[in-house]
């Protein structure tokens, strides 16, 4: 079994600041990019960030200079600093991971349960 946790979310004030936390545990060989995605009701999910196990990041357009990925590749965590949070970042954040469960396993993708990030006056 492999879970993906997230912590963090909740209600904050346009122009205020919020971390997402998200452990990954369980039968894990090894984990490549981890990242996050945001979905709104009826849209699709898409990516926010995402940082490779060598630390490459990619950002949406939408929250370049104001996001901020980061991991520990060896207590298998990622975090998603955000900063000058707007209304339109309303959604609810996922938690995802490639992880393989054994040595020539394939990746698979794993996602967390989500977690609400409603910006709001």
């Known amino acids: 079994q492999v879970q993906l946790v997230e912590s963090g979310g909740g209600l904050v004030q346009p122009g205020g600041s919020l971390r997402l936390d998200c452990a990954a545990s369980?039968?894990?060989?090894?984990?490549?990019?981890m990242g996050w995605y945001r979905q709104a009701p009826g849209a699709r999910r898409e990516l926010v960030a995402s940082?490779?196990?060598?630390?490459?990041?990619n950002y949406a357009d939408s929250v370049k200079g104001r996001f901020t990925v980061s991991r520990d590749n060896v207590q298998n965590k990622v975090w998603l600093q955000m900063t000058s949070l707007r209304p339109e970042d309303t959604d609810v954040y996922y938690c995802n991971a490639e992880i393989r469960r054994s040595v020539g396993d394939t990746a698979f993708n794993y996602w967390g349960q989500g977690t609400q990030v409603t910006v709001s006056s």
């Open positions: 369980g039968w894990i060989f090894s984990i490549g990019t």
């Open positions: 940082i490779t196990t060598g630390g490459s990041t």
